[in-house]
């Protein structure tokens, strides 16, 4: 297979209809993170589904995407990056379809794995397309910007705009609002984009991609079942076990693999290291709250579900205003001082709202979410941004889909350990009480792992300009 890339040349036309489907399409799979979110209360009174069901609602999704988006990056490599983002997308509004038809919990989770496998076969493509497509350092810092504040303004709209949906249509309609959009991004992407493909990507590691999924599923399985059952449940503390030696394994194959699914010598670049430990940091606290506080005006302040996705509106609009902003400046500034600030900020909102109580109004409220939403703009785009300029341009799919992983596999754990902490019923006589505990609780952790992840950031990202990235550091790095 000889590859063929879409270079510089392209015309402005032809990349901005490019820029168009790739985010159109980063939007709509980032999306599913959280405009299910909304809906759990109105899926669990339709199907009967307990808090460790709903969990499982949206880390199911969530969890299949992170379990195999290495394995997604590694296809495109050798593949061609846009026939897999096509097929992937083809995947997702299939389940986004079976999703809306589900007639009981068991088998709507089963259909949020398969829209899961089809977002992990179609997003490390996203960002590799814009990078084959954008060669230029500053074109490319405002490109990804614009990819970034995609994903970013869709984790973050999800819950508004299902609330809107939920409240005119019923939950089913946040998977059927789907349909329209693939087939509108098909049409621009078999329009706009041209193939490309790495035919030295290598070949793909199966075992890797076995034992590293198995070790995300298990954790997460451990922590919500803990969360239902308690941890010392010999359950919960068996997935939990069974996890940890997981990690062990995983962690012994890709080390002796010549081509592993997760390459772990570029981990000994710092700056590597650090986005995406930020990105673990990221997914965990911002998709963890969210989880926990649309609960929380739902089921404890009994707000509608639209009122209950408008509440989020202030996240909204600070990452709306900061994330754009970032791409402009990280090519003078460089990229440690805006994601320590970001990791900082996400910890400085968390505390805030341990002020929280069933009856806290909202005006104690929305501007905590804004400093959380600044947090979330100005760490997203440098993450990403130093992820690619630590790896070699023909790795740019692993190195993408690794950075997504680590942001997903965060949500995951968010979800399940700051989940776990939340009461397990609905309702009932002391439930606002144990709920207002344990969202105080969740706040504590959220703001010591968003600290943990400031603190990195500071302390092993280079204070270097965005485009000082060595080319022989990153040589060196790709054949360690």
């Known amino acids: 297979m000889s590859a063929s890339y879409v270079h510089a040349s392209a015309t402005p036309l032809r990349k901005a209809w490019v820029l168009t489907a790739i985010t159109l399409g980063q939007f709509l799979i980032q999306l599913d993170l959280t405009i299910v979110n909304v809906a759990l209360p109105s899926i669990g009174r339709d199907l009967g589904t307990t808090v460790s069901g709903l969990q499982w609602v949206v880390d ?7 379990s195999l988006l290495l394995i997604g990056g590694r296809i495109g490599d050798r593949s061609g990056h846009k ?28 259909f949020r794995v398969l829209q899961g496998i089809g977002a ?49 249509f019923g939950w089913r309609s946040v998977f059927l609002v ?9 049409v621009l992407t078999l329009s706009a984009v041209h193939e490309s493909a790495e035919p030295a990507a290598g070949s793909f590691d199966l075992l890797g991609q076995v034992t590293g999924s198995a070790t995300l599923a298990l954790l997460a399985g451990g922590a919500i079942e803990g969360g239902r059952l308690g941890f ?24 002796r693999r010549p081509d592993p699914v997760l390459p772990l010598g570029f981990f000994r670049r710092h700056d590597y290291s650090a986005a995406n430990a930020n990105g673990l940091v990221m997914g965990f606290v911002t998709i963890g709250l969210l989880f926990v506080f649309t609960l929380f005006f739902q089921q404890v302040q009994g707000r509608s579900a639209m009122a209950a996705g408008l509440r989020f509106l202030p996240l909204t609009v600070a990452f709306a205003l900061t994330g754009p902003l970032i791409g402009r400046v990280i090519d003078r500034a460089g990229h440690r001082a805006p994601m320590t600030a970001g990791a900082a900020l996400l910890a400085l909102g968390a505390v805030l709202l341990l002020r929280v109580h069933p009856s ?20 997203s785009t440098p993450m990403a941004a130093t992820v690619l300029g630590a790896v070699p341009r023909e790795r740019a799919g692993m190195a993408s889909s690794t950075n997504l992983t680590a942001r997903l596999a965060g949500g995951v754990f968010g979800i399940a350990i700051l989940g776990a902490l939340l009461p397990a019923g609905t309702g009932g006589q002391g439930y606002a009480g144990q709920f207002s505990s344990g969202l105080h609780a969740a706040l504590l952790i959220a703001a010591g792992v968003a600290l943990t992840g400031a603190i990195l950031a500071a302390t092993l990202i280079p204070p270097r ?13 790709s054949r360690i």
């Open 232 to 255: 010392t449940h010999p359950v919960s503390l068996g997935l939990l076990t069974c996890g940890a030696a997981g990690a062990v394994a995983f962690l012994r194959v890709e080390h």
């Open 178 to 186: 789907n349909l329209p959009v693939t087939v509108l991004i098909g």
């Open 465 to 477: 300009r965005a485009s000082d990235v060595t080319r022989p550091g990153v040589d060196q790095a």
């Open 60 to 66: 199911g999704y969530n969890l299949a995407v992170a």
């Open 120 to 168: 992990a076969i179609e997003l490390p493509a996203t960002l590799a397309i814009l990078t084959h497509t954008f060669t230029g350092t500053r074109e490319r810092a405002q490109a990804v910007g614009i990819w970034a504040g995609a994903a970013g303004s869709s984790l973050i709209i999800g819950p508004v705009l299902g609330g809107v949906l939920i409240t005119a």
């Open 83 to 110: 026939r897999v983002y096509l097929t992937g997308l083809a995947v997702f509004a299939l389940g986004s379809g079976l999703c809306a038809a589900a007639p009981g919990s068991g088998w709507l989770i089963g």
């Open 360 to 379: 806290t109004s909202y005006g104690a409220i929305w501007w905590p979410f804004a400093i959380i939403g600044v947090g979330y703009g100005l760490l």
